[in-house]
């Protein structure tokens, strides 16, 4: 899949986000969450590691709307956390 961000034309695939975020220790979830190889990651660091974007270039509803069209799946923080302590 490819589109632009600020200008910047990104080219990304759903290996090519697996591939980035291998053996990648999640931040803290403040809202948005996805899960990328059975971890539950912010979606922002998701989005920027895999594009190699700064986190100030895009926001968290660019980063939601490109991953979901990659297939992963997402979820709003309170919804990982009912019972849990993240």
Known sequence: ???VVK???IH???DAVLEAMAGVQPQPIRSHAVSVG????????VFAKAT????R???S???RRHLARLGFDLK????LTRGKRL
């Not at 190699?52 to 986190?55: T, W």
């Not at 709003?76 to 919804?79: A, G, N, V």
């Open 61 to 63: 509803a660019v980063a």
């Open 38 to 45: 059975g971890v539950w990651y912010p979606v922002n660091q």
């Open 57 to 59: 270039d895009f926001t």
């Open 52 to 55: 190699g974007l700064a986190s």
């Open 76 to 79: 709003r923080r309170h919804s």
């Open 7 to 9: 200008g910047k034309l």
């Open 1 to 3: 899949m490819q589109f």
């Open 12 to 14: 990304l695939s759903r």
